[in-house]
């Protein structure tokens, strides 16, 4: 079975300064991984995916993740924070041959302090 | 290209009533899937269902809750007698195929209030 662990409930950083969201996972079999932004009130919106092909993922908005598997991790960064970043972020996780079974993390809040 | 359409965005229901949820997918795409949130907590997975079927359900409370995705039509789920404890937001999503590696498109979700 596979599962993913947000190490980080909430990330509070300063405008203009990088942003670090991490994320480790736990799969038996190739796993696909991905990023999703919840703002307040709304859907999800997909932010990048990875699905074994390049180990880094540039996504929208500037974000970009690293699939470790060595480390078992997919961090998801920002080089500098804007104040529209201030959201929920998901990381999820699913097996490569069925993606009707992902796992979501528990989540992480970000704030962007002006 | 509209996206995952849900209604109500907003529904309230005393408790022992009725809740019906409504989902269209994303043009072309032939497989939903319905997701709970909990405040404070990510999205737990209920039930996957492709046209006139439900392929997984899993992680669908086995009293009380029904979906169904029609062959015309949205997908809906059903909640009857709600309780309480089914106040979440209700998430629905698509996508094109359930191969590895597509993701799933979401739509704004059905808050649900129990009073």
């Known amino acids: 079975a596979q599962s993913v662990t947000q190490l980080d409930s909430h990330v509070s950083v300063s405008e203009g300064t990088p942003v670090l969201l991490r994320c480790n996972y736990s799969?038996?079999?190739?796993?696909?991984l991905f990023w999703y932004v919840q703002h307040p009130n709304k859907g999800l919106q997909l932010l990048l995916k990875y699905t074994s092909a390049a180990t880094l993922v540039k996504g929208i908005n500037g974000f970009e993740a690293e699939f470790k598997k060595s480390e078992t991790s997919f961090h998801l960064t920002k080089p500098s924070a804007h104040m529209s970043d201030a959201a929920e972020y998901f990381c999820?996780?699913?097996?490569?041959?069925?993606?009707?079974?992902?796992?979501f993390g528990a989540g992480t809040r970000l704030t962007v302090k002006p | 290209n509209a996206g995952v359409m849900q209604n109500p965005r907003h529904l309230v229901r005393r408790r022992g009533q009725e809740a019906r949820l409504r989902c269209s997918p994303m043009?072309?795409?032939?497989?939903v899937y319905w997701y709970r949130q909990l405040p404070e907590e990510g999205l737990k997975f209920m039930v996957y269902?492709?046209?006139?079927?439900?392929?997984?359900e899993s992680g669908m409370p086995k009293e009380r809750f029904s979906a169904e995705f029609p062959k015309e039509g949205p997908s809906i789920l059903r909640i009857q007698q709600v309780v309480r404890g089914d106040s979440a937001a209700y998430f629905c999503?698509?996508?094109?195929?359930?191969?590895?590696?597509?993701?799933?498109?979401f739509g704004p979700g059905t808050r649900l209030t129990v009073t």
């Open positions: 799969s038996s079999y190739s796993p696909s």
């Open positions: 999503a698509s996508s094109p195929t359930a191969q590895g590696g597509y993701e799933q498109y």
């Open positions: 999820v996780v699913s097996v490569a041959y069925n993606n009707n079974d992902m796992r």
């Open positions: 043009k072309g795409h032939s497989h």
């Open positions: 269902l492709q046209k006139e079927n439900i392929i997984d």
